[in-house]
T-cell receptor, first 111, second 116 residues
Framework: SQTIHQWPATLVQPVGSPLSLECTVE??????LYWYRQAAGRGLQLLFY??????ISSEVPQNLSASRPQDRQFILSSKKLLLSDSGFYLC??????????FGPGTRLTVL | AQKITQTQPGMFVQEKEAVTLDCTYD???????LFWYKQPSSGEMIFLIY??????QNATEGRYSLNFQKARKSANLVISASQLGDSAMYFC?????????????FGDGTTLTVKP
């Protein structure tokens, strides 16, 4: 079964600083990968998804970007963080049995 | 229009009793899947149960069952014999169509508190 790794687990960054969150997947090949953000007490908002290396689709206009340099690696980035970028970021993939697996998440606080 | 609606921001249930968490959805796609996830305070998202739009029977997984009423577009989660460890946030989600690249839409969640 799939395992999703995310790091770091928590991050505190000043406004205007860059961001790089990494997600790697084990136990599958050519997965669809997703980045979600969760505001406090809310549901998940899909930010980006990728169906293959170098293929990125953005769901909402924002200050963030995503890249998929390798089959099982998905990176979320920003050149300059905003206060509104604070949240809980979750990476996910879908199994062959249609289950969506999530990573442990990164809690980002922008001050 | 919101695709997934969870109308109960918070619910309380006595330990060992059953509880129903509501979820309604909106889609024009005949092919879709409905999911429930549990999110404890640690933040991890735990998959609980899945119902396909063409499934004839309601899905069940241990103490979890999904009350799927297609005509009403509802997919309520029923937890039987509640345990203290069931206290968490619960999310309903939908994935539409085979060409959707697997994107899921989530509701805003219901916080369930199990009282001893």
């Amino acid at each position: 079964s799939q395992t999703i790794h995310q790091w770091p687990a928590t991050l505190v960054q000043p406004v205007g600083s860059p961001l790089s969150l990494e997600c790697t997947v084990e136990g599958t090949s050519n997965p669809n990968l997703y980045w979600y953000r969760q505001a406090a007490g809310r549901g998940l908002q899909l930010l980006f998804y990728s169906v293959g290396i170098g293929q990125i689709s953005s769901e909402v206009p924002q200050n963030l970007s995503a890249s998929r340099p390798q089959d099982r690696q998905f990176i979320l980035s920003s050149k300059k963080l905003l206060l509104s970028d604070s949240g809980f970021y979750l990476c996910a993939c879908i199994s062959a049995y249609n289950e969506q697996f999530f990573g442990p998440g990164t809690r980002l606080t922008v001050l | 229009a919101q695709k997934i609606t969870q109308t109960q921001p918070g619910m309380f249930v006595q330990e060992k009793e059953a509880v129903t968490l509501d979820c309604t959805y909106d889609t024009s796609d005949p092919s879709y899947g409905l999911f429930w996830y549990k999110q404890p305070s640690s933040g991890e998202m735990i998959f609980l149960i899945y119902q396909g739009s063409y499934d004839q029977q309601n899905a069940t997984e241990g103490r979890y069952s999904l009350n799927f009423q297609k005509a009403r577009k509802s997919a309520n989660l029923v937890i039987s014999a509640s345990q203290l460890g069931d206290s968490a946030m619960y999310f309903c989600a939908m994935r539409e169509g085979p060409t959707n690249a697997g994107k899921s839409t989530f509701g805003d969640g219901t916080t369930l508190t199990v009282k001893p």
